[in-house]
């Protein structure tokens, strides 16, 4: 199975801290997340559907979030950013996807673990 784990920043929003890209689909059961806009390429991730992702605010710190990826799609960023294509993950929390260790790249630059086999 594919694992990727990724450096997901916190920002102010207003008065509470809200995680980047970080959005829960309302109504789902179990818990449903989707993580976007992240700066892949599909062909190279696409072997993470079905495998499962982590977020962590630091490559230090254990996951605040993971689960089993169940999606994921192209997006376009129109707001002038470099590298406009992107994409977003769709996926189902799990309990175990709180506290992972980082895998994979760990490097000062790196931003993501890269697609591991666990």
Same mark, same amino acid.
């Given at each position: 199975?594919?694992?990727?784990?990724?450096?997901?920043?916190? !920002?102010?929003?207003?008065?509470?801290?809200?995680?980047?890209?970080?959005?829960?689909? #309302?109504?789902?059961?179990?818990?449903?997340?989707?993580?976007?806009?992240?700066? !892949?390429?599909?062909?190279?991730?696409?072997?993470?559907?079905?495998?499962?992702? !982590?977020?962590?605010?630091?490559?230090?710190?254990?996951?605040?979030?993971?689960?089993?990826?169940? #999606?994921?799609?192209?997006?376009?960023?129109?707001?002038?950013?470099?590298?406009?294509?992107?994409?977003?993950?769709?996926?189902?929390?799990?309990?175990?996807?709180?506290?992972?260790?980082?895998?994979?790249?760990?490097?000062?630059?790196?931003?993501?673990?890269?697609?591991?086999?666990?």
């Amino acid at each position: 199975m594919k694992v990727l784990h990724i450096k997901s920043d916190k !920002f102010l929003d207003g008065s509470t801290w809200r995680r980047q890209g970080l959005d829960i689909i #309302k109504g789902t059961k179990p818990l449903q997340y989707t993580s976007c806009c992240w700066d !892949f390429k599909l062909d190279d991730i696409n072997d993470v559907i079905g495998g499962k992702i !982590f977020l962590h605010h630091t490559k230090n710190k254990p996951s605040y979030v993971g689960g089993v990826v169940t #999606k994921i799609e192209e997006v376009t960023l129109s707001d002038g950013t470099k590298r406009a294509d992107r994409v977003k993950f769709t996926f189902i929390s799990e309990a175990e996807g709180k506290g992972a260790e980082w895998r994979g790249a760990s490097h000062s630059m790196a931003w993501n673990g890269g697609l591991v086999e666990v």
